[in-house]
Nanobody
Framework: VQLQASGGGLVQTGGSLRLSCAASGLTFSDHGMGWFRQAPGKEREIVATVNWSGISTYYADSVKGRFTISRDNVKNTVYLQMNSLKTEDTAVYYC???????????????????WGQGTQVTVSS
């Protein structure tokens, strides 16, 4: 299984970025997907997750109303649209695949068996 994240970069406060994560080696529509992040010196935390169909989503309180997770089961890709970025959004962002196909996307990293390599997002003031 390979999860290839891309789209990170340097952006100013208030700007936008769109992360993509291309999956291979698995039946993509059989897995919930998630985005997590880890800032220096901090624990990895959930950002957003989406169920197998894309209909059901979960967001951390810190990103609600600013970030949108979506997926394309034909392109085997999950996206994270990030708007109104803040300096506290600076982190390495990881995509991950749930080991199961839950109707309700799960919010704990322990549910995710497959992880991408991460992409750096830096928001400057």
């Amino acid at each position: 299984v390979q999860l290839q994240a891309s789209g990170g970069g340097l952006v100013q406060t208030g700007g936008s970025l769109r992360l993509s994560c291309a999956a291979s080696g698995l039946t993509f529509s059989d897995h919930g997907m998630g985005w997590f992040r880890q800032a220096p010196g901090k624990e990895r935390e959930i950002v957003a997750t989406v169920n197998w169909s894309g209909i059901s989503t979960y967001y951390a309180d810190s990103v609600k109303g600013r970030f949108t997770i979506s997926r394309d089961n034909v392109k085997n890709t999950v996206y994270l649209q990030m708007n109104s970025l803040k300096t506290e959004d600076t982190a390495v962002y990881y995509c991950a695949a749930d080991r199961n196909r839950p109707l309700i996307p799960r919010a704990t990293p322990a549910a995710y068996d497959y992880w991408g390599q991460g992409t750096q997002v830096t928001v400057s003031s």
